[in-house]
């Protein structure tokens, strides 16, 4: 038996894992298809340590106080930020890490940093039935890619491609292609977005993210498509003063779209009826790249918030809105991912894909 140390770092909240894997059968299966037991894990606010380091020294103190033997043979963390060099500078956060540094310092012999992204990906792999909601069954061919795209602070994509038993996974940048309105109230939102943020182009990820359903809002309420809620106004007048300084303000975003789901706001129902369509045909775009027969997985913490109005067919019916090549993605099985947990448990897949890979060598 081996232990693996995971975790998924984010500028709120990081959440760490221990886990054990029988290294015996991990060099005869695919890593994402043996058994990983849970031996102990933790979730920590990030903002309380001034660096990486002893967080994790604390949570294997902790862990040894359950456990008679704390001893990880690799680990790999998922960071929301860019990786260089398996170092990284974390967006959110003062803190600057290096897995050779890590590897030192902790007396891991392997430390790995990826995108929480490419995490997703692997997580993927990983889930239960319970952790998806099928959107479409399609036609599965699990010989075929598989992508990954989703919703939250930006628009994260990715893909997969099978190679020799296993899955190799590749982070993108395609939430930063172009935004292609299809309405001429979306050509209104494009062309207000470049004047209010003196910019040449928009981005898909301006429209559909965590920020894209506050902007779709802002745009619908400048131009009076209806009337602002005092209560929604309020929220959204504090949010707009305290740039900067937000952290501990109510989130538009979720009260956007919760007044949505009630049917309880007008605007807040024609923005996110808006975001759902512009999601849904992002979402068919990156199949028509890919044509992921293994399934395209809907993630991010916008998705499963608001998946009571990504079930109302407009996302499905925006997907499969592709001229005379729409027929090609009937076959693309479609789900959202409900467990939250994905990136966790895709840094722990691929650190039972690192250590069978050293003990290969």
Avoid at 7 to 33: F, M
Avoid at 86 to 107: A, C, D, H, I, V
Avoid at 162 to 190: I, M, W
Wanted: glycine content about 10%; hydrophobic content about 40%; aromatic content about 8%.
């Amino acid at each position: 038996m081996a232990q693996l140390l995971s975790g998924d770092i984010g500028g709120t909240k990081t959440i760490l894992r221990l886990a054990k894997v029988d290294d015996a059968e991990l060099q005869q299966r695919a890593s994402h298809e043996v058994g990983l037991e849970v031996l102990y894990q933790d979730r920590f606010s990030s903002q309380d340590y001034p660096e990486f380091v002893p967080m994790v020294k604390a949570f294997l103190k902790a862990a040894a106080q359950t456990l008679p033997v704390v001893e990880p043979a690799v680990a790999c963390f998922a960071i929301a930020g860019p990786i260089v060099n398996n170092t990284s500078q974390l967006t959110n956060l003062s803190w600057f890490l290096r897995g050779e540094f890590l590897s030192g310092t902790l007396e891991i012999p392997h430390v790995e940093l990826i995108n929480d992204f490419e995490a997703i990906g692997y997580g993927v792999l990983g889930l239960q039935p319970e952790d998806i909601y099928e959107l479409q069954t399609g036609v599965p061919n699990y010989n075929s890619p598989m992508a990954v795209l989703g919703a939250g602070t930006g628009l994260g994509q990715g893909f997969l491609l099978p190679c020799g038993g296993e899955y190799a996974v590749f982070p993108s940048e395609g939430g930063h292609v172009d935004f292609a309105p299809q309405s001429e109230l979306e050509f209104q939102l494009r062309k207000y977005l470049i004047e209010k943020h003196g910019i040449s182009r928009v981005s898909e990820e301006r429209v559909v993210s965590g920020q894209g359903i506050i902007s779709i809002y802002q745009f619908l309420r400048d131009r009076q498509y209806a009337s602002e809620s005092k209560e929604i106004g309020e929220i959204m007048d504090a949010w707009e003063r305290r740039a900067g300084q937000r952290r501990n303000l109510e989130d538009p975003a979720a009260v956007i779209s919760q007044a949505a789901t009630d049917k309880t706001d007008l605007l807040s129902q024609k923005t996110m009826e808006i975001f759902i369509k512009a999601y849904g045909s992002e979402a068919g775009n990156i199949s028509l790249k890919f044509l992921p027969r293994g399934g395209v997985y809907i993630a991010g913490g916008v998705t499963a918030k608001n998946l009571a109005l990504i079930t109302t067919g407009e996302f499905m019916q925006a997907f499969k809105t592709k001229g005379r090549v729409s027929h090609l993605l009937d076959e693309v099985p479609v789900r959202v991912v409900l467990n939250q947990h994905v990136g966790l448990i895709g840094a722990t897949i691929k650190a039972a894909r690192n250590l069978k890979g050293r003990l290969a060598g």
